[in-house]
């Protein structure tokens, strides 16, 4: 899962670079960087959630794990300092990479500034690339976490099936 979201989240920064290239190449590219840029928008937005989801439902399992004596207090610091540092950028990714296609949109039908359109994606790119940039670490420390909880857990089950396994008289 920690790879997983870490590759998608660098493809979809490359898709959005490529969707930022293709807009400078004039009218005859206009069907390739709708696409992209429209298809990138909806990915980078799509690798947010799951990244918030991510994080939300992590550190539940976090918080239940210090309930039960696997992880300790840091851990959960942990968790909810990732939260606090990462969803106000998450939020305003995920509200700019909307608008851009917006933008683009009214500026095609000349209705709307072009230059509110390329402000509005190089922005959303550039915080989109630092949410990815700050999240990473927050993501492998989260995962290497819940990682260490789950062979507490997998110990204590071990110990539970040895002692069971005594208690009938195995060997």
């Given at each position: 899962m920690i790879q997983l979201l870490i590759y998608f989240g660098a493809v979809n920064a490359l898709a959005?670079?490529?969707?930022?290239?293709?807009?400078?190449?004039?009218?005859?590219?206009?069907?390739?960087h709708f696409?992209?840029?429209?298809?990138?928008?909806?990915?980078?937005?799509?690798?947010?959630?799951?990244?918030?989801?991510?994080?939300?439902?992590?550190?539940?399992?976090?918080?239940?794990a210090q309930s039960a004596g696997l992880a300790?207090?840091?851990?959960?610091?942990?968790?909810?300092?990732?939260?606090?540092?990462?969803?106000?950028?998450?939020?305003?990714?995920?509200?700019?990479?909307?608008?851009?296609?917006?933008?683009?949109?009214?500026?095609?039908a000349k209705t709307g500034p072009?230059?509110?359109?390329?402000l509005i994606g190089w922005i959303s790119a550039a915080v989109y690339w630092y949410s990815l940039y700050i999240g990473r670490?927050?993501?492998?420390?989260?995962?290497?976490t819940i990682g260490r909880i789950l062979e507490k857990v997998s110990e204590l089950r071990r110990a539970k099936a040895a002692a069971a396994e005594k208690n009938r008289g195995g060997f």
């Open positions: 959005l670079a490529a969707s930022l290239g293709s807009g400078y190449l004039g009218q005859d590219m206009f069907m390739a696409a992209i840029g429209f298809l990138s928008s909806l990915s980078c937005v799509l690798w947010i959630c799951v990244a918030m989801f991510y994080f939300i439902y992590s550190g539940q399992a976090i918080n239940r300790i207090g840091e851990d959960v610091e942990c968790a909810r300092l990732a939260k606090k540092k990462l969803f106000p950028w998450f939020m305003t990714a995920m509200l700019l990479l909307v608008t851009g296609p917006f933008l683009g949109a009214t500026a095609q072009m230059l509110a359109h390329n670490p927050f993501i492998i420390q989260t995962g290497a």
